[in-house]
């Protein structure tokens, strides 16, 4: 079965990293685009990183410059490096990946992770 493992998340003070992980099996990792949400309390989910399968790499505005997503192909990993994190930089993050679309059915999949947390106080 499909399964997405986060890790590394924590308290952190501003201007502080941190690097997230998530660890995914059940599926044909290389083929699937990869990101990264998170979520706070009364606000929606918010896309923060994406990497796809060819390559192309897009972040939220909120983070561009800060934020890298990376992916291990070799090892099914795909990573969040966090830098300069500020107090509205807290959220759950969670793990996410697409599939590509299947012909049998025209459809795309969608799996999500169970979130890390991530804290930014002084």
């Known amino acids: 079965q499909v399964q997405l493992v986060e890790s590394g998340g924590g308290l952190v003070q501003p201007g502080g990293s941190l690097r997230l992980s998530c660890a995914a099996s059940g599926f044909t990792f290389s083929r699937y685009a990869m990101s990264w949400y998170r979520q706070t309390p009364g606000k929606e989910r918010e896309l923060v990183a994406g990497s796809n399968t060819g390559g192309s790499l897009n972040y939220a505005d909120s983070v561009k410059g800060r934020f890298t997503i990376s992916r291990d192909n070799a090892k099914n990993t795909v990573y969040l490096q966090m830098n300069s994190l500020q107090p509205e930089d807290t959220a759950v993050y969670y793990c996410?990946?697409?599939?590509?679309?299947?012909?049998?059915?025209?459809?795309?999949?969608?799996?999500w992770g169970q979130g890390t947390q991530v804290t930014v106080s002084s």
């Open positions: 996410h990946a697409r599939s590509p679309i299947f012909p049998l059915t025209g459809k795309d999949y969608v799996y």
